[in-house]
Nanobody, 124 residues
Framework: QVQLVESGGGLVQAGGSLRLSCAAS????????MGWFRQAPGKEREFVTS????????YYADSVKGRFTISRENAKNTVYLQMNTLEPEDTAVYHC?????????????????WGQGTQVTVSS
């Protein structure tokens, strides 16, 4: 079992930056690939980015490529999401997720554990 707790959300103006953190506890964090997903009001949950376990390979949704960066620090059991040049369309609840696999995935149904989420609101 893994518990995930996100932090770092908030209100920011368009063009600004935020850094989200996801702290993991429970079973060894280092055995999981990690991902970030988001859900805006009235919309389905969508993939944002993910990072594999060993190689550190990363994947991004086209909508955030070049603006968002995922990273992980296994010694601190934490994964980060650096978000730059934020747009009003990025407004959503952001969830981190853990997958019992070396490989990252874009599919939400392939993740085993989820955090409660942190709200990100970008004003125009």
């Amino acid at each position: 079992q893994v518990q995930l707790v996100e932090s770092g959300g908030g209100l920011v103006q368009a063009g600004g930056s935020l850094r989200l953190s996801c702290a993991a506890s429970g079973r060894a964090f280092s055995v999981y690939a990690m991902g970030w997903f988001r859900q805006a009001p009235g919309k389905e949950r969508e993939f944002v980015t993910s990072i594999s376990l060993i190689s550190g390979s990363t994947y991004y949704a086209d909508s955030v490529k070049g603006r968002f960066t995922i990273s992980r620090e296994n010694a601190k059991n934490t994964v980060y999401l650096q978000m730059n040049t934020l747009e009003p369309e990025d407004t959503a609840v952001y969830h981190c997720a853990a997958r019992r696999s070396y490989s990252a995935s874009r599919r939400a149904d392939e993740y085993d554990y989820w955090g409660q989420g942190t709200q990100v609101t970008v004003s125009s």
